[in-house]
């Protein structure tokens, strides 16, 4: 069996590449980091060292590499002859990788079994994303390639902090995780992924995951920066910033409790186990990482307007999502690129505008008003 997985990352290493390798798969990585895939391709194991109670370390053999810029007939002949095909290489890369899997499936035995693709990003439906851009790539090829693939959504929850490059191709994650796959695209014969479970209906648990563990991983991080903290612990353990990610997610959990009927007690027990995950001490995660991209977070589906959005709609309060909405407006990093790009955006123009383009909300949204409000504040502040 063979899996070839887009993004030799931190979770592409730290959790995608590691489990396959544990179901039995042989791993090829695709990636465009070229020292990343030397590094890989000189090494003949890796080791993820799970960091925290009942953590341990767990090796990786069986794998190499392909730098998809400079070599894309090698990944096509890899895909041609996989079992599985993954990514995580983030939302907005996922065009780039569709050509290659689409060179794939033109290469690919007919008769074959079709290709299990899977991507493995933090937003909902990103392998339907996945899947159309394969079809833009395809063109007029693609109705006699599509039966060559099945396309399953997954959810995935690890924390994989960014690694220090004196670590090599080793990764440092906590020990808690979760995959979760839609079942109905394989029929009989589902991928062989050990702790990954199978489900009817992605939709709640995906929701759950990014409106809980990202919503509060991100307001941890805005709220946490704000305050002037760099570890993502130690934001954790301000006791203002504690307070305003418990509330958060408070009104998160009321949504996802209205929306898909979840036990308010079960969405506490996931909310307790989530804010111990955020404060472990012994994982090196930053408020830089976890504030990463801060357009992309306040775009209209994403972590903070997808939830207040729906909330609203339905009459629920918002108050500490517009408060931690304010503090990601408060972003300022000048390495990332989107946090350049948010100040920029804030400067040049009026609240209304700026609401519009950034969060894709409707001007006649009930969330509307307050969501301009919120950036009117950010601004004169
Ligand atoms: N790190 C986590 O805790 C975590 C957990 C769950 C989900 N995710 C999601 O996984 C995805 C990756 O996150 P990450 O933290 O591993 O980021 P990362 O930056 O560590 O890894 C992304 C990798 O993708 C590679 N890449 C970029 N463009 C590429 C291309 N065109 N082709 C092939 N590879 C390409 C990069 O070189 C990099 O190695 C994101 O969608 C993220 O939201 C991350
Ligand atoms: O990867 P992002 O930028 O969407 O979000 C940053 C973190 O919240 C995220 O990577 C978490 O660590 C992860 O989603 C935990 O499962």
């Not at 990585?29 to 890796?46: G, K, P």
């Not at 409106?211 to 570890?231: C, P, S």
């Not at 989530?274 to 972590?303: A, C, M, W, Y």
């Amino acid at each position: 069996m063979k899996a070839v997985h887009f993004g030799a990352g931190n979770i592409g290493r730290g959790f995608v590449g590691l489990l396959l390798h544990e179901g039995g798969y042989e791993l090829v990585f695709s990636d465009v980091a070229t020292a990343l895939v030397d590094a890989i391709n000189a090494a003949d194991e890796y080791t993820v060292h799970e960091a925290g109670p009942g953590g341990r370390d767990r090796v990786v053999t069986g794998f190499r590499a392909i730098d998809s810029s400079a070599d894309p007939d090698a990944v096509a002949a890899e895909v041609a002859t996989a079992d599985v095909v993954t990514t995580a290489v983030g939302p907005a890369v996922l065009r780039f990788i569709a050509p290659h899997i689409v060179a794939g499936l033109a290469l690919r035995d007919p008769d074959a079994a079709p290709l299990q693709v899977m991507a493995c990003e933090n937003a909902i439906g990103a392998t339907d994303t996945l899947r159309e851009h394969m079809q833009v790539s395809a063109g007029t090829g693609w109705d006699a390639l599509v039966a060559r693939a099945v396309f399953a959504n997954t959810a995935v929850d690890r924390i994989v902090p960014g690694q220090p490059e004196a670590g090599g191709i080793d990764v440092t994650v906590e020990p808690f995780f979760e995959w979760a796959i839609e079942r109905h695209p394989f029929g009989a014969h589902p991928p062989r992924i050990p702790g990954a479970h199978f489900v009817d209906d992605l939709a709640p648990y995906i929701e759950r995951k990014l409106f809980t563990v990202n919503t509060g991983h991100a307001t941890a991080a805005y709220l946490g920066a704000r305050a002037g903290h760099e570890r993502l612990s130690d934001a954790l353990a301000d006791e203002a910033v504690a307070a305003g990610v418990a509330a958060a997610l408070e009104e998160t959990s009321a949504l996802l409790a209205a929306k898909h009927g979840f036990a308010p007690e079960d969405l506490a027990g996931y909310r307790a186990t989530i804010l111990g995950r955020f404060r472990n001490p012994v994982l090196p995660d930053t408020v830089r990482r976890v504030g990463r991209q801060p357009l992309r977070k306040l775009s209209r589906h994403e972590r903070f307007v997808g939830p207040a959005a729906e909330a609203a709609e339905r009459g629920l309060p918002v108050d500490a999502l517009l408060a931690a909405i304010g503090a990601a407006l408060a972003f300022d990093d000048p390495e990332d690129e989107q946090s350049a790009e948010l100040r920029r955006l804030l400067a040049e123009l009026d609240a209304a505008t700026f609401t519009a383009r950034v969060t894709g909300l409707e001007p006649s949204h009930p969330l509307f008003p307050r969501l301009t409000h919120t950036v009117e504040s950010a601004q004169s502040g």
